[in-house]
């Protein structure tokens, strides 16, 4: 890689905060990560590992122990708030209510560095804003009040704000923390977009991994036992994701791609049939801890098929209507 | 949507009139109102030395009402003021001028001077020279709390760490000034109640020169740092990833806070509610949150409900004056009630 591609570099860094009367304590240590313009890059790491911490380092809101962050090709130590400001923008996990404070105003607020000592806004800066706001899909919200607007429409006008700095890195931690599934996709989306299009690199947190393995084009995963960047796919293929849990009841499916609970089976399925009948009734069967098997004689077997679920134990048959019944008999 | 803002610019631009309006009517009518009825022709000849108006009259209007006036207009400008400050900067609608001690500084100030000192050796100093040295000890107080939050404030990061340092503050204050009160003899603890009650009639032209220019100061620095303020409502974080120098400005607005809250309370007493509750009234008005608007906006609307307060302290006609704290109390507490009843938003910043 190109050193002028770098748009991010975190050297041989180490990060933690002081405790007041007792020794500092550092959360993450020896971190060595990159991030290039055009990059959406996904912190990830269980809870409590310090990737708080670790964004807000890099957003210089705290102090480091060791190591060196460069931004832009310059050291962070080395340059001002005001310079910072018009370099990296920050959006937070905290949930803005402020009352009387309308969508537009709130945009307008990432025009700060630009505007003069009362922070009146030229004309460019209110074109600014209103691009900003059309870009996350918000036009026509700019005079609602940011208390009167869903949860999902107020992080994408903190987005727009983070987009009105005109930064050319972004850093959002746990941008997706309180929404609901359909708004965590296009939360995922409109940062993608981003990135690509006004070749932005975007360094966010998350937990929702499922989601960060199919949009991201990069991870930077802490754990304990060591740190990996990397491709998503890279990362699978070496079982990172594996070993980010400490918890054995959890493990991740490198085929499926997702997360899954282990468990001890209960007793062993075959099933028959064909289409999505077939494919829920798998899910729900491995859900309630039956092991799906083909080849070995198995305890019973079930026939799904369109609105219909045949049960077949040694020889008597059953039939039901619904998944929710077939599992109500089993138990 | 640009139609929208204009309207919105229009409607601010006439409630800022209105309130203008409202400021004059009042202002006139704290001048003419008082226990001793002097006509109105009377009063505007006052003003004029070559008029022919008899000599009472003009002494009363030009040496005891017009003074009194200008304070209130100083002083609710100056605690709504710092109250939006503390409101703002501490992201708490139940904050108020003097959530940082410094009223308790002065209270501190007062209290050992009066109820301390004074009875030993000092009490005639305090008689000859009357309400500036009482003046002097509660801004020395305050003074000396200024420099302690400022000193905590720069060295401090959590925000929280302050308010709950000034409200310990406050509580060992009180402590200290019951104990004063204990051993203190009746006349002392008189003149000392009398202080807490707040006045805005003892306040002499000679001393409308200090406050005068102490307010202005103050009311310069939180129009500096009107765009910080502003990102404040966001939380430190936003404000710092904005470029604002958190310590820096936080040592301004505190300044600021301080000039106009200590300067008040030294020479009006600790006036309690005005500055809590104006910017709330001003935040239902102008339903902005935008402090280019709210600043000006809470100077304008303290000082109408500071002149009409006192116009109602004198209760026109009559010989007796209401002392000035309770006023305040009793006319806000209902505008606050219904607010809340109202407007339930209101509750929050």
């Known amino acids: 890689m190109k050193r002028e591609n770098i748009n991010i570099e975190l050297k041989q860094l180490s990060v933690g905060y002081a405790q007041p009367g007792e020794a500092p304590l550092e959360v993450l240590k020896n971190i060595n990560f990159t991030a290039a313009p055009g990059e959406m890059v996904a912190l990830i790491g269980s809870n409590g590992i310090g990737k708080s911490t670790l964004l807000r380092t890099l957003a210089a809101f705290q102090p480091w122990f060791a190591g060196n962050i460069q931004i832009s090709g310059k050291g962070l130590k080395t340059l001002h708030p005001k310079e910072i400001a018009r370099i990296m923008s920050f959006v937070s996990t905290e949930n803005i209510r402020v009352p009387n404070l309308s969508v537009f105003d709130l945009v307008a607020y990432g025009r700060f560095p630009y505007t003069n000592w009362i922070g009146m806004l030229a004309n460019e800066d209110k074109s600014v804003v209103y691009e900003a706001i059309e870009k996350v899909g918000l036009g026509g919200f700019e005079q609602r009040s940011v208390m009167q607007i869903s949860d999902g429409e107020r992080q994408r006008a903190m987005i727009a704000r983070a987009l009105a700095q005109d930064t050319p890195v972004i850093i959002l931690d746990e941008p997706t923390a309180y929404l609901d599934v359909s708004n965590k996709y296009e939360i995922f989306h409109l940062l993608q977009v981003l990135a690509v299009e006004k070749k932005k690199t975007i360094v966010l947190s998350t937990h929702d991994l499922n989601i960060a393995l199919r949009e991201v084009d990069k991870l930077w995963i802490v754990t304990e036992n060591g740190n990996y960047q990397g491709a998503p796919e890279d990362a699978v293929l070496q079982g990172w994701l594996n070993q980010m849990f400490r918890n054995e009841h959890v493990g991740f499916d490198e085929k499926e791609g997702e997360f899954f609970f282990k468990k001890n089976f209960r007793a062993k399925v075959k099933v028959e049939g064909e289409g999505l009948p077939l494919i829920w009734t798998l899910r729900a069967l491995n859900r309630k801890g039956y092991q799906i098997v083909m080849q070995v004689e198995p305890d019973f077997r079930v026939v799904a098929k369109e609105n219909s679920w045949k049960l077949i134990i040694s020889g008597t048959e059953k039939e039901f209507e619904s998944i929710y019944q077939l599992l109500t008999f089993l138990e | ?349």
């Not at chain 2, 120098?245 to 505190?254: A, D, E, L, M, N």
Request: a positive charge; one cysteine or more; glycine letters at 8%.
């Open chain 2, 1 to 349: 949507m640009n139609l929208l803002q204009k309207n919105k610019n229009r409607s601010v631009g006439l409630v800022f009139f209105l309130l203008g309006v409202l400021f004059v009517v009042f202002f006139i009518a704290d001048l003419l109102l008082g226990s001793i009825i002097i006509p109105v022709k009377q009063v505007f000849l006052a003003f004029f030395p070559s008029s022919e108006t008899s000599e009472s009259f003009r002494t009363i209007v030009l040496d005891f009402r017009l003074p009194k006036a200008l304070t209130a207009v100083f002083t609710g400008a100056a605690l709504s003021l710092s109250g939006l400050q503390m409101q703002t900067v501490f992201r708490n609608p139940l904050a108020g001028p003097y959530v940082l001690g410094i009223s308790a500084g002065a209270t501190l100030g007062v209290a050992l001077f009066v109820l301390g000192f004074s009875s030993a050796f000092a009490f005639g100093i305090f008689s000859s020279t009357g309400a500036w040295s009482l003046a002097l000890v509660a801004w020395a107080g305050s003074f000396l709390v200024m420099l302690l939050i400022l000193y905590v404030s720069a060295r401090v990061n959590d925000i929280m760490t302050l308010l709950i340092l000034g409200i310990l503050f406050t509580s060992a204050v009180t402590a200290v000034v019951s104990i004063l009160q204990y051993f203190s003899n009746e006349s002392m603890l008189k003149a000392f109640v009398i202080w807490t009650m707040g006045s805005l009639g003892s306040v002499t032209k000679s001393q409308l020169m200090v406050l005068a220019p102490a307010i202005t100061a103050g009311i310069f620095l939180a129009f500096l740092k009107i765009k910080d303020l502003n990102v404040f409502l966001l939380g430190e974080d936003y404000a710092r990833s904005l470029g604002v120098s958190i310590k820096t400005s936080r040592v301004i607005i505190f300044l600021s806070t301080s000039l106009l809250a200590g300067t008040i309370t030294a020479f009006c007493g600790p006036i309690g509610f005005i500055g809590i509750a104006v910017p709330h009234i001003c935040r239902v008005i102008f339903k902005t949150a935008n402090h280019l608007v709210l600043v000006p906006a809470v100077i304008l609307t303290g000082s109408i409900v500071m002149l009409f307060s006192d116009i109602v302290s004198q209760l026109p006609g009559m010989q007796t004056t209401l002392p000035i704290n309770s006023v305040t109390a009793l006319i806000g507490i209902p505008v606050i009630i219904w607010m809340i009843v109202k407007n339930r938003k209101f509750v929050s910043v």
